[in-house]
């Protein structure tokens, strides 16, 4: 072969190589959207790790050699809402409740769970003046839930543990910031939601009679960040690198020294800072925000699903295995050095090891 052939050859060879290597190169998606439980008050900010990954740039940087763009939501509606937007197809990665992925899943939503969010405490207050100091007082009464979250299932639950059912009490299903107008005005009784009761209690609006944290983990409201089955198909690379980004934002979190920082974004969502604060007093942050699935997230799926079987919020059943997708929070905690940073819980919420 002479020289001329050769060289042909070999700059033929080259350019081939590189188209395969274009070819089989993972695509990455010209722009990621992204989806959050708001507190109810339409700000364009919301809370637990999405927030934190979203605002101080830990999915961003994780695609800083990209030109991918983002797209961030914070819905008013919470879970109901972003499970609509899903299934529209408006969304790739979402953060919310428990109930609604759960409700999701059972009615087709191609979901899959990538990590726990964290835990929400979960507060009961009634009108102040109002005999009730339980949740055994509720019976008879007019109670504000926003219906279809984590909150009404964590509702239904006290209920049921204190030989109470729907049926006992009248629903009154409103977002957050329309449950603190309604419980000023004196139109309903009580309210079961997050801790942005507490600047009605801090009115002398309302008196609290439940925490979640005085009842132990297993009655805190949970849920996961979810990306959509064709996304994480198509985009595994992109998948991993989400998650990447997220798991150092609860990373970020499990720090004490970024505690006042971390309140202080969340409280862009609209929830008073002081109410945030009193929520997390005396709790670790790294506790609360514990990404691992583990066997205390797969049994709170578990436990809620029965449940929404039993209320009939759901008909069909959900393969908790074919639901839960590991291997990306797996592999990033390993890239991260992250393997020993969180315990994993047994069934009860107790961490063992």
């Not at 364009?44 to 605002?55: D, S």
């Not at 507490?198 to 949970?222: E, Y």
């Not at 997230?297 to 449940?307: G, K, P, S, T």
Request: proline share 4%; net charge positive; charged share 25%.
């Amino acid at each position: 072969m002479s020289f001329l052939r050769t060289r042909r050859f070999v700059m033929f060879a080259a350019v081939f190589a590189v188209g395969l290597s274009a070819a089989r190169a993972e695509p990455l998606p010209e722009t990621i959207r992204f989806g959050g439980f708001g507190q109810g008050f339409g700000k364009p900010f919301g809370v637990a790790v999405l927030a934190i990954a979203h605002v101080k740039g830990f999915i961003a940087d994780e695609f800083k050699d990209t030109p991918v763009k983002f797209e961030w939501t914070y819905f008013t509606g919470t879970g109901p809402a972003i499970n609509e937007a899903t299934a529209n197809g408006q969304l790739d990665f979402a953060q919310y409740g428990g109930l609604p992925n759960i409700i999701g899943r059972a009615n087709g939503l191609p979901t899959r769970i990538l990590l726990s969010y964290g835990t929400t405490t979960v507060f009961g207050a009634a009108r102040t003046g109002l005999p009730i100091h339980s949740v055994k007082d509720l019976k008879g009464r007019k109670v504000t839930i926003a219906k279809g979250t984590i909150l009404h299932w964590a509702f239904l639950k006290a209920l049921e543990a204190n030989g109470l059912t729907a049926k006992d009490v009248t629903i009154v299903d409103l977002k957050a910031a329309d449950q603190l107008a309604a419980l000023a005005a004196g139109s309903v009784d009580a309210s079961f939601a997050t801790s942005t009761l507490l600047s009605l209690r801090n009115q002398g609006i309302v008196n609290v009679f439940h925490t979640s944290r005085d009842a132990g983990p297993k009655t805190a409201g949970f849920g996961a960040i979810t990306v959509t089955d064709p996304f994480q198909t198509k985009y595994p690379d992109a998948t991993q690198r989400v998650v990447r980004g997220l798991l150092r934002a609860a990373e970020w979190l499990s720090r004490e020294e970024n505690r006042e920082e971390a309140l202080q974004i969340w409280a862009k969502s609209g929830t008073p800072y002081a109410a945030l604060k009193e929520e997390f007093e005396d709790q670790p942050l790294k506790q609360a925000y514990n990404p691992r699935i583990d066997e205390f997230l797969v049994e709170q799926y578990r436990d809620a699903i029965q449940f929404a079987k039993e209320e009939k919020l759901i008909r069909n059943d959900i393969d908790l295995k074919k639901w839960f997708e590991s291997k990306y929070l797996e592999a990033g905690m390993k890239d991260l050095g992250l393997e020993r940073h969180w315990p994993r819980r047994a069934a009860d919420g107790a961490a063992v090891n």
